[in-house]
């Protein structure tokens, strides 16, 4: 259990790494800025369910 909090911690930290990219990206661009916005968006979305999933796995290591 406790291996699959680090493992969803480094897909967290990823994704942080991801989205900071993105954005620094989309305030460059003078162009199509939609699509780098979409996958933000996808990118935050998967963010907070990995949230909740740490959430509920820190809640039951807790828990013994």
């Not at 406790?2 to 480094?10: A, C, D, G, H, I």
């Not at 994704?15 to 916005?37: C, N, Y």
């Not at 979409?38 to 935050?44: G, L, P, R, S, Y």
Request: glycine share 2%.
């Amino acid at each position: 259990m406790l291996w699959n909090l680090e493992k969803l911690e480094q897909e967290r930290l990823e994704l942080i790494e991801v989205i900071t990219a993105l954005s620094h990206t989309e305030r460059l661009l003078q162009g199509d800025r939609s699509s780098i916005f979409e996958k933000i968006a996808a990118h935050m979305e998967r963010l907070s369910e990995l949230d909740t999933e740490k959430q509920r796995v820190q809640s039951r290591l807790e828990a013994f």
